[in-house]
């Protein structure tokens, strides 16, 4: 079955730091792997995503992730981090059908809450 | 335009009320999703529309009902609540197609609280 594990509920970085939120996946077959973000009271935003290809997936607002293979990871990075990051972010896969089809299912990660310090 | 709209914002109602939350999307997007989030969870699937189908139910109960007037609209109608129904419900839209995976869109969400 299709998952992924958050395993920081939150990290604490400093603006102007670089960040990293860490994802794990464990998928049967090719892992689509997505990142979002949401803010207080609002809907997610769609950062980036991995399908096939680069290792290294550029995104909005300076993010990017980086897929690991044999670590089974794709974490999220910033190189300096603001205070307007704050938020909580997901880490997503894309579920399978019983015969091993994709499908429309996102399965979410618990979600890592971002906090920036001035 | 990648906007997802939802109303209203803010929802209460009685155990008893009947009401009707709605999404719109114009980005052509012939899939659609109702998901419910509790506060700092994951959302939770509940529904998922497909060319205007219902493709995936995710076991919901029956006082929730969706609808897909259209390519654009989704409708989920709700009857009888409970109050651990309360939750923030968010619609999604995307792409549909097989081979590339498309990122879904989320909605700013309806806040319902059920008394």
């Known amino acids: 079955a299709q998952s992924v594990a958050q395993p920081e509920d939150q990290v604490n970085v400093a603006e102007g730091n670089p960040l990293t939120v860490k994802c794990t996946y464990s998928?049967?077959?090719?892992?689509?792997l997505f990142w979002y973000v949401q803010y207080p009271n609002r809907g997610l935003q769609f950062l980036l995503k991995y399908i096939t290809g680069d290792n290294l997936v550029k995104g909005s607002y300076g993010f990017e992730a980086e897929f690991n293979k044999s670590q089974t990871s794709f974490h999220l990075k910033k190189p300096s981090a603001l205070v307007s990051d704050s938020a909580l972010y997901f880490c997503a896969v894309r579920g399978l059908m019983n015969y091993g089809g994709a499908t429309n299912k996102l399965i979410f990660g618990t979600g890592t809450l971002l906090a920036v310090q001035p | 335009d990648t906007e997802v709209t939802q109303t209203p914002k803010h929802l209460v109602m009685g155990m008893t009320n009947k009401k009707s939350l709605k999404c719109e999307q114009h980005?052509?997007?012939?899939?659609m999703y109702w998901y419910k989030q509790k506060a700092k969870k994951p959302p939770e699937l509940m529904f998922v529309y497909s060319y205007e189908k219902l493709s995936i139910n995710e076991s919901v109960p029956s006082r929730f009902s969706p609808e897909c007037p259209n390519s654009s609209l989704l409708n989920l109608h709700l009857h009888a609540l409970q109050p651990e129904d309360s939750a923030l419900y968010l619609c999604a839209s995307s792409q549909v197609g097989t081979g590339i995976n498309y990122e879904q869109y989320f909605g700013p969400g309806t806040r319902l609280t059920v008394t």
């Open positions: 998928v049967s077959g090719n892992p689509y």
């Open positions: 980005m052509g997007h012939r899939a």
